[in-house]
């Protein structure tokens, strides 16, 4: 049992699993509207091609916004003055 005032992380991992498992289903109903958005966009005969490039280029995207997003936050957080 946790003491009065402390605080309890038993649930974070959980936590995280389902977040990342909802977010998992819905890219997977999201990702056929993106695929076909990519297919019209490019142009004639290299819709796999920008299908590809999608699927490639996506973790480097995701590191990028992930930098961008922790740059953001750090710029938000005010010190306290003790």
């Keep these: 049992m946790a003491a009065r005032g402390a605080v309890s992380t038993c649930g974070a ?29 490019a142009p004639l005969g290299y819709g796999a091609i920008a299908a590809a490039l999608l699927f490639a280029l996506d973790p480097a995207i995701r590191r990028i916004e992930a930098a ?15």
């Design 13 to 41: 991992g959980h936590t995280l699993k389902a977040m990342s498992a909802v977010f998992t289903f819905g890219e997977l109903y999201i990702l056929p509207t993106g695929l076909g958005l990519f297919a019209r966009l």
């Design 68 to 82: 961008r997003s922790a740059e953001i936050i750090a710029l938000n957080v005010q010190p306290e003055l003790a």
